[in-house]
Each structure stands twice: as C-alpha cells, then as structure tokens.
C-alpha cells in the first residue's frame, strides 16, 4: 500500500485551469498504476485518467479528453492532473488513487485512496 496524499485544488473561473498534484509515499511508486477520479455532490465517484506505472500507457474519460492531461514523475513519486478550460461541471472533490499492475478506468480495483482536494469553478 502507498500513502496518497492530493494538492492544488481551488476556486477558478470557469475557462481557467489548475494542476493537481498526488504526492505517495513509499519507495515502490513507480511499480504503480495512478488513476484520477472525482466525485460531485449527490452523484457517484467517478473515473477521470489513468496512467501505467511507466507513464507510456494513459486512459481518459470522455468528459475530459482533450481537457485534461494526466503524468507522473517516478523520481519525485507524484502524479499530476493538469486540468484546462475548466467548467462549472468540472466542481467535484477530486481523489487520486494507486494499484498495483495495469491501469483500470473503473473505480473498483485500486488499492489505495488518498483524501481528496476540493475543485470548485465558478460560472
């Protein structure tokens, strides 16, 4: 299990953009697989991106394809989700989450959670 820990979430204008980070703990972060998932009040969590542990393999929701960019650095043992044109459905408390072998683009399967950091944008 890794440790997980969410940053840089906000308050942004709708249009405007935030890169979230997840920070693990851990010496085994680059064996792997990160996912980004979000949930908005009175609805279900949900899958955003994915990446393998190598970074080579990535997977979006169709909501946020071309929106968003899910990456990672193995050296600093973070993943990030770089987040553009931001809209007022993109409010949702956003989690990362890690397991072990190939990404999966649903939200059972993953290992470990982190605590989440609020996205809030504003119309």
């Known amino acids: 299990q890794v440790q997980l820990v969410e940053s840089g979430g906000g308050l942004v204008q709708a249009g405007g953009s935030l890169r979230l980070s997840c920070a693990a703990s851990?010496?085994?972060?680059?064996?792997?697989?990160m996912g980004w998932f979000r949930q908005a009040p009175g609805k279900e969590r949900e899958f955003v991106a994915a990446?393998?542990?190598?970074?080579?393999?990535?997977y979006y929701a169709d909501s946020v394809k071309g929106q968003f960019t899910i990456s990672r650095d193995n050296a600093k043992n973070t993943v990030y989700l770089q987040m553009n044109s931001l809209k007022p459905e993109d409010t949702a408390v956003y989690y990362c989450?890690?397991?072990?072998?190939?990404?999966?683009?649903?939200?059972?399967?993953?290992?470990?959670w982190g605590q989440g950091t609020q996205v809030t944008v504003s119309s």
């Open positions: 989450a890690a397991r072990r072998g190939p990404p999966v683009v649903t939200t059972g399967g993953w290992g470990s």
């Open positions: 851990g010496r085994t972060f680059s064996s792997y697989a």
């Open positions: 990446i393998s542990w190598s970074g080579g393999v990535t």
